[in-house]
């Protein structure tokens, strides 16, 4: 009897989880950048400091939404998991969820795998690239995106410092494309805390696909 008694609370654990996941009417994807690939959840970087994570995740979220962030393993392919979570959007908006209300944040190594999502799946969602560019970038890929761009890069950052530019002016499917030039001095260390220069603007995209100016 016990052990019946602890099965249905898990079994109604699980159902509770999973009608939140299905029926949350906005659907946040944080893509994080390498350093979690190599160290984990709870990453510190010699020259940034600690990737609050968990942080960034809780100032994420908004009412009425689920806030989606794998742990990717080491090395992962961004091509290969840049097609996983355009599956995964499109299953969202075949369950009835607005493609307004689906929106992918991508940061650093996660910018990159955003970026491909945006040019390989056609629903006009939204998108937030953080210290995404650079020149090797620009050479090396032919992105088309489609949905609704945020930019947002660091002028400290030495690694992705650099403005989208390239990307707007390309020809491309997209209906939005706005960035926003920070200065925080913190260079790609940027990305490591939940800073108002990044965190609110990205809100604002999240609910409305618009920027304050």
Not at 64 to 79: F, L, P
């Amino acid at each position: 009897m016990k052990r019946l008694k602890i099965l249905f609370h898990l079994i109604l654990l699980i159902l509770t989880i999973s009608c939140q996941y299905t029926f949350a009417q906005i659907h946040i994807y944080y893509l994080h950048g390498k350093i979690n690939e190599e160290q984990g959840r709870n990453a510190v970087s010699e020259k940034f400091g600690k990737f609050e994570l968990d942080e960034i995740l809780k100032q994420l979220n908004i009412n009425n939404s689920v806030v989606h962030c794998e742990i990717r393993a080491k090395d992962t392919d961004v091509k290969i998991y840049a097609q996983k979570i355009s599956r995964e959007i499109d299953s969202l908006i075949n369950l009835g969820i607005s493609p307004k209300n689906i929106t992918i944040i991508g940061a650093s190594k996660g910018a990159i795998i955003a970026m491909n999502i945006s040019d390989i799946n056609s629903h006009n969602i939204n998108y937030v690239f953080l210290a995404g560019n650079n020149d090797y970038q620009e050479k090396n890929n032919d992105w088309k995106f489609h949905g609704q761009i945020l930019c947002i890069y660091d002028l400290s950052d030495g690694i992705a410092g650099k403005n989208y530019n390239y990307w707007k002016e390309k020809p491309n499917y997209s209906t939005i494309f706005e960035q926003i030039e920070i200065k925080t001095n913190l260079g790609h260390g940027f990305l490591y805390k939940p800073l108002i220069e990044w965190i609110n603007p990205t809100k604002e995209w999240i609910k409305n696909q618009s920027i304050s100016k």
